[in-house]
């Protein structure tokens, strides 16, 4: 599956190593030409060398390129948006030409944890600037969750929220989620993306004072839910 990336910092180059070490073509895209065709050749580097460290009989070329906004979205079957919040309507009024109607994976979140605003969602936003299949992925762990091979804790992979309306992009982010060793959750539709922007909003803001957030949750079994139908 070709993925174009909105974004050619952090989180580009961490899920772009994960995807093009799983064999997926990507292509990046920021504001500078050459500083993401750099990164582009850091992140090829990178998913070589985790192909090699997986499956040394088995390494594929791995394909990573960098273009413009429009040409990432244009490249992907799926499009991915993960830049920051301040550059995200230019980004979107670039690129949004070859999102109509693609499934669009966004990682997106508020600029600081205190400077969400419920009444600007921003999964529906993408939706309506763009036309895309939006689903909202990925915005609840720091990107070094998602640099690891795989990431599990205390011997449970990780589970990914997913929050989406059509079924063929929840087949594309399940499939993406998948490639990374992680569990696909259904979050139910884009209705409930703010849920999960609102989410990482809090429990960003627990982890900058130092909490644990993770201990604020019960298991299943003691959640009150337990054993109903
Ligand atoms: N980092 C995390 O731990 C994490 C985790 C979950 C979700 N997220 C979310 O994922 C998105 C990307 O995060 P990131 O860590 O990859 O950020 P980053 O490393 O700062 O990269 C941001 C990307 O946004 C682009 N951009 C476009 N317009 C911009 C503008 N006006 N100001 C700043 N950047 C602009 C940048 O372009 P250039 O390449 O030209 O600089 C860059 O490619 C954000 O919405 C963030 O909230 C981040």
Same mark, same amino acid.
């Given at each position: 599956m070709r993925i174009g990336i909105l974004g050619a910092g952090n989180m580009a180059d961490a899920l772009g190593t994960q995807w093009a070490g799983a064999g997926h073509p990507v292509m990046i895209s920021g504001r500078d030409l050459d500083r993401s065709a750099a990164q582009a050749e850091r992140v090829r580097a990178q998913a070589a060398r985790r192909q090699l460290v997986a499956a040394p009989a088995?390494?594929?070329? $791995?394909? $990573?390129?960098?273009?413009?906004?429009?040409?990432?979205?244009?490249?992907?079957?799926? $499009?991915?948006?993960?830049?920051?919040e301040a550059g995200l309507v230019d980004v979107l009024q670039a690129a949004r030409p070859s999102m109509r109607d693609k499934p669009v994976i966004d990682v997106t979140n508020a600029a600081a944890p205190d400077r969400y605003d419920p009444t600007r969602p921003i999964a529906r936003m993408i939706r309506d600037l763009t036309g895309g299949h939006v689903v909202k992925a990925f915005n609840l762990c720091h990107v070094d969750v998602w640099r690891m091979t795989p /990431?599990?804790?205390?011997?449970?992979?990780?589970? $990914? /929220?997913?929050?989406?309306?059509?079924?063929g992009a929840m087949d594309a982010a399940r499939t993406l989620v998948a490639g990374l060793g992680c569990t696909p959750l259904d979050g139910g539709g884009l209705d409930r993306a703010m849920q999960l922007e609102a989410t990482a909003a809090f429990v960003i803001g627990l982890w900058f004072g130092g909490a644990d957030a993770q201990a604020v949750l019960?298991?299943?079994a003691s959640s009150g839910t337990h054993g109903r139908t």
């Open positions: 088995a390494s594929a070329e $791995v394909d $990573v390129r960098a273009g413009t906004w429009a040409e990432a979205a244009g490249f992907g079957e799926v $499009v991915v948006v993960a830049v920051r /990431p599990v804790f205390d011997g449970r992979p990780l589970a $990914v /929220p997913l929050c989406g309306d059509d079924p019960p298991p299943l």
